[in-house]
């Protein structure tokens, strides 16, 4: 199976779950950015989020939600937790089974999302808004 996500939902791989219902599965990230990541996966297939059915989107979100807590008030003790979808390659997507990463975050554990932010001129912002604007339109 190319999916190793599909393979894990369908029991054929084995995962480390803290949670499953009729629409996702969440289980221990085999390769953890930090202590206590966990995926939180649609069971329907999709490769992107673009893909993904907008009610298994949102009940990702909630599940999420509910896990983030969980991971906070356990004896992981984490300072802080990121919730993280990479969607598409450059975005850093390598599984490509749309999925939601749950990161708890202590300072100094390496986990970084790097970037040069910068301040455009709000004339710059108003024409990507009115960009996204345009295009909302024709947004499934």
Excluded: W
Excluded at 30 to 58: I, Q, S
């Amino acid at each position: 199976m190319d999916c190793v996500f599909c393979a894990i939902v369908a029991g054929d791989l084995p995962a480390s779950q803290v949670y499953d219902d009729d629409r996702v599965l969440a289980f221990a990230d085999l390769n953890p950015a930090t202590t206590g990541h966990l995926l939180v996966v649609p069971k329907r297939h999709a490769a992107d989020l673009a893909a993904l059915d907008p009610d298994d989107g949102a009940h990702m979100f909630r599940v999420a939600q509910r896990l983030a807590a969980a991971v906070r008030a356990s004896s992981l003790e984490p300072e802080g937790v990121n919730l993280f979808l990479a969607d598409g390659e450059v975005a850093g997507q390598e599984v490509f089974h749309a999925h939601l990463h749950v990161l708890p975050r202590r300072t100094g554990d390496g986990f970084a999302v790097a970037a040069d932010f910068a301040s455009p001129p709000r004339e710059e912002l108003d024409r990507v808004a009115g960009l996204v604007r345009e295009a909302l339109a024709d947004a499934p």
